[in-house]
């Protein structure tokens, strides 16, 4: 595969923004993405093990409920959030998305199913677990294995984009045009280094609901301070198996003493060393989404350099912008999906914090906020149907 036919490949359209503004919005989305794939995947492993114990242990007992709700929450998030980085890096790297798309075409329907199967299971998962049900460990190590194997899925569409000049090899082996859409092709330290990430973001977590419910009188100190040291040695183990991972991935890619992978790499060795020292967990948690921002930034960097050594310059695609476009997406941006993310966020903070039942109504800044966005909602309609209606009608009569 060479530049010539890459370039042919692009939409003939053009970008209707600047080729480095979705760049970084794909950076900036696909960490968001990741964080809550790590910690659905981190979640519900480590409530499978929960079950185990809940007999036994009260403190497992109590955890693990809380660790099966906050999995099935985020894999909920994963899924909303898993569609920006998608659009984004398809609209920079169109050829590359739906090469893939053509040659692991059945993979991709099946992930899709693994996906719904996983997610729905899961929920299975929570209310089997609620009514102590024993076949909930065996409901909740499917679920386990379908999330996994979805997110396997996605890496080998993600590793087979960046390989261009194997494109034609994979598509006619031998000459022979291959049309089952079954091509599958994995970078296993890769994979493994990702899914690590998984037990960090379980540990932090744990750091995080021992702060959180510190404060709540219905949780004993013995309980808290329990999390808190579990969190800490999981975090600890995690970080280590992170930059060990690390290391041989870009080892194999021979970027081992690239500027941008001894920059991770001291980056981990710090991290490692404030998680020890530093006693407020939600610090070390936004360390954590910057490394994540990092890493993202890195596999865009590996993308780039292995497209524009073949020729393909995103720099160099034609711009046709749209202002109409790119205005209604930053208004909805800010707008809508801030102030709906703070209302959200500001009400379970509240709720977690409030010792019994908490009266949202009753609560200023929840109903100042709660009341925004409803209005937002409704002249977002009214805004988004207008000027469809406008550039229809300007652009048919």
Partial sequence: MNADILNLLRDPAGLPF?????????????????????????????????????????????????????GKISVSLLIVLGVAPLLFTQVIYDPNWYTINTLSGLWVVIFIYCLLVGYSMYYWYYYA????????????????????????????????????????QWYAPNGVVDTSGLNFHIDTIRFLFLISLSITAVGLFLQNYSDFIKSNKSFLESYTNHIKALGSKITTFAIIINFVLFIAWSFQMWKTIDIFSILICIYLLG???????????????????????????????????????MGYNIY???????WTSISMFILTFVSLGGIGVTFISTMAWKVGKNNGYFDASKDKTVTFLANSVLWILSVWCIVYFAWGFFILFKNSL
């Fill in 18 to 70: 600047y080729p480095v503004v979705f760049q970084g919005l794909y950076i900036l989305t696909w960490a968001l993405h990741a964080l809550f794939v790590f910690l659905s995947l981190g979640a519900l492993g480590l409530s499978l093990y929960g079950t185990l114990r809940q007999k036994t242990d009260k403190n497992w007992s109590v955890l693990t409920p809380h660790l099966i709700q906050v």
């Fill in 129 to 168: 677990n609620k009514a102590n049900k024993s076949s909930s460990k065996l409901i909740g190590t499917i679920s386990f294995l379908l999330l996994i194997f979805a997110g396997l899925l996605m890496h080998s569409f993600a590793v087979q984009s960046i390989q261009p000049e194997k494109w034609m």
């Fill in 271 to 309: 991290f490692l060393l404030l998680e020890k020292s530093i006693k407020n967990s939600y610090i070390s948690t936004v360390l954590f989404i910057v490394f994540l921002l990092i890493i993202s930034g890195f596999r865009e960097y590996i993308r780039f350099n292995i497209m524009n050594n």
């Fill in 316 to 322: 160099d695609y034609p711009l046709n912008i749209e």
